[in-house]
């Protein structure tokens, strides 16, 4: 046969397709994307097994990505789980299974849940996505990571451990135990739980404090993190993020969230006036003095937060 030949035999015991449905089996590598050939194919519902690679971008109606599983390579070596080298798009819903790393971002006319990581020594259990994350309602489960923005139309529910780089707006935001957001927009209610930090040094909340509800105080690393205690400790290359995730502020024992030593973090007063201006829907809380007319006192030692340690 020659190479092209070889390729279709190989791409149709790979994938099963119909007219409404692409399904691909676990462990399985596909060299292009799943992408619509011709009209009508982007209403197919699509089906990833777990621990497959795709090296490319999913589009179809509603999408879900498999758990990965513990199954050995033709070449003996264990899959790493499964990975999609670019995004997942989906005209309806998208589910993605634990143990996945998506290179690119996930967008989604409809809802999109995203499963939790959890302990294994066999199975891989990580969820990371490279991009963002955007839908109608979102679920993401305990110790996902995203380096993109979370836009929801709709509600955001965040589980504990979670990190999300990039900034998070939604109408409803409910968020557990020990996550780190790089900022928040958030318009109708807002709840989160122990020993949150978000990044940024000022956002956006529910102007009624009845639809706002904290367990404890969010931290900002900007201004206290600027001149940390520790500093010695943290002193390299990667002395942002580091700080981010700063053990002095919490500890993560599997999945449970503890405090820390450090008590020179800033947190949000996101009841105090001084610091506070309500516009027609939404309330600033910021940690900049809000009479402040020359940002560029404030513009370096606050902004490295959000940027995450970036140029």
């Known amino acids: 046969m020659v190479d092209s030949e070889t ?18 089996h676990k462990g399985q590598e596909l060299e292009s994307g799943i992408l619509p050939q011709k009209g009508g194919q982007q209403h197919r519902s699509i089906r990833v097994g777990g621990s497959s690679l795709i090296k490319g971008s999913i589009l179809g109606k509603d999408v879900i990505i498999e758990p990965a599983e513990e199954i050995l390579l033709s070449d003996g070596i264990k899959a790493p789980g499964t990975e999609i080298h670019g995004s997942v798009n989906s005209l309806g819903s998208v589910t993605l299974g634990s143990g996945i790393w998506v290179r690119g971002g996930v967008i989604a006319l409809g809802d999109v849940s995203i499963e939790s990581f959890s302990y294994s020594d066999s199975i891989p259990q990580h969820v990371l996505i490279e991009g963002g994350v955007s839908g109608q309602n979102i679920t993401i489960g305990d110790g996902v990571v995203i380096l993109g923005p979370v836009l929801a139309v709709g509600s955001l529910t965040i589980g504990n451990n979670v990190t999300i ?16 957001i790089g900022g928040l927009q958030v318009k109708n209610s807002f709840s989160c739980g122990a020993l ?12 009624n404090p009845q639809m706002v509800s904290v367990d404890g105080l969010i931290r900002s690393p900007y201004p206290g993190c600027n001149d940390c205690p520790e500093q010695n400790f943290f002193s390299n290359a990667s002395e942002v993020p580091r700080k981010l995730s700063c053990h002095y502020f919490a500890e993560r024992e599997n999945n449970q969230v503890i405090s820390g030593t450090c008590d020179s973090w800033t947190p949000f007063s996101l009841f105090d006036l001084d610091k506070t201006i309500e ?3 939404l309330k600033l809380v910021s940690n900049i003095p809000l009479e402040s007319v020359n940002l560029d006192l404030y513009a370096e030692r606050a902004s490295i937060w959000e940027r995450g340690g970036e140029m």
């Open 7 to 24: 390729q279709a035999v190989l791409s149709r015991s790979i994938l099963e397709e119909t007219g409404t449905t692409v399904r691909m």
């Open 165 to 180: 780089r990039d900034h998070v707006r939604a109408e409803d935001v409910k968020m557990g135990d020990g996550c780190l």
């Open 279 to 281: 516009f027609s829907e």
């Open 196 to 207: 949150t930090t978000i990044a940024s040094p000022q956002i956006l909340l529910p102007i």
